[in-house]
């Protein structure tokens, strides 16, 4: 990933990969596939149905082979990770905190072994090495990491994290945590009555920055949901984990990556919504204001694992291959990201009403979860500027807008951001005075004079508007 942020570009990936054969479903690791991934803005693929070290190991290096053609990076998935994240004890398991020496020296073989084969390929960007483990994992990653960066030190290890409401049996031993017979025996990972979420996550992040030192900070969060009568909330989420991210990384150094939401009805929550044009762009707005420097997408493809799931709709590409209309949503706003990338730094203007389609206060307030909703008042967890900075004098709006303050090749730039899922907004930036200006929107950059700036932005899309002598 950093080797694209290097580049000035931000990278796009992609998770559930086009996948080997499975059921009736014939085999999508193709170029055809990889093509439409392509075309689409996306740049990194991560493994997923096919791992090495199992009976679908072949299409690792079919994949990885067909990444090289299209110009892509390519993330393996290797069956030995599992091995450095077990935590429990078992018929057929044995917890890494458990091994001995000697097995610990004859895993980290088998897997500087298994690294040699794959990282040959000329696509092969580093490895997918878990989703969502917990705080007792991280001995082991940290072990894991160690190994790889031996063999590649120039490639990614990624490993992807938690949203923040989660239980704290998932906080401490993982996703998979259901079969562990244990309670969560740490005192800040426990809900707490009228407590933050953001608080709890606050121990997990720091302990895993310690004990693995990523070099990139990946979660994923899916924020478009129905509470209630409130069919066009958003979950603070969005707003919320990226302003704390960013205020973390001011201070450590380590980049962030946000999932971004292609789908919903899955899981059998069918209060996760099936996201609009505006919501999908909205997801894609409020990250990069807050300096997010990598997108990823769930899914990419429909999962393999999803056949049963009858009411489940997702994927850019459907299980049999075939584009979906989040498609064409991505194709356009990846359009706009590819032409304004870099490195966005944030502050903001807050301006106008939040507009977002929400039922009245008193509705509102007789829902459960509502609190969880955003309704306007952006969450305090970063170090927020919400008054104009000279030479930018004021900003007027329909509904609310966020604008970034950037700097942008030594320019000042701002960021303009429609903070609205469902409403258009015209948003005027005032300045000191008269100025040249670029302004890049849709993908399309043009040029504009004055001392006053009015973008039209549809529901959540954003503006880059850079201010030229």
Known sequence: MLEYIKRGIIPIGAYC??????????????????KIAKDCGVNIMYGHSEVFGTKTEKYVFDALEICERVGMTYYVRDAIASEYIEIVTGDRTKAFADLSEDEKKDLNERFRRNIEKYSRYKAFGGIIFADEPGYESFDGISEAKKVFKSVCPDKTFYINMYPYYITPEQYQFGFRCSGIDRKSDIEEFKVVEGGRNIERYKFLYDAYIKKVNPEIFSYDAYPFITIGTMKTGVHEILWEMPQFLHERECENGIPYAVFLQAGGLWEGDARTRIPTIGEVKLGISIPLLYGAKCLQIFPYMFPNDWQDDKLAYAGIV????NKTEFFDYYKQAFRQVGAIGGYLLKA???????????????????????????????PKCG???????????????KTQALIGVLSVDELDAYFAVNNSS??????????????NFEII???????????KITVRLSAGDNALIIRRE
Do not use: H, M
Request: charged letters at 30%; a negative charge; aromatic letters at 6%.
């Open 422 to 435: 469902t409403e258009e907004n015209e948003i005027t930036c005032s300045f000191d005075g008269a100025y």
């Open 383 to 397: 170090n927020i500027e919400i008054s104009p900075r000279k030479p930018l004098l004021s900003v007027e709006s």
């Open 17 to 34: 990969a086009p996948q080997c054969p499975s059921g009736n479903l014939k085999n999508r690791i193709t170029l055809e596939q990889y």
């Open 318 to 321: 459907d299980a049999n291959g």
């Open 441 to 451: 929107r849709d993908g399309v950059a043009e040029e504009k004079q004055g001392d």
């Open 348 to 378: 903001k203007i807050k301006s106008g009403e939040y507009s977002n389609g929400l039922p009245r206060k008193e509705e509102i307030e007789k829902i459960q979860w509502s609190e969880c909703v955003y309704q306007g008042e952006l």
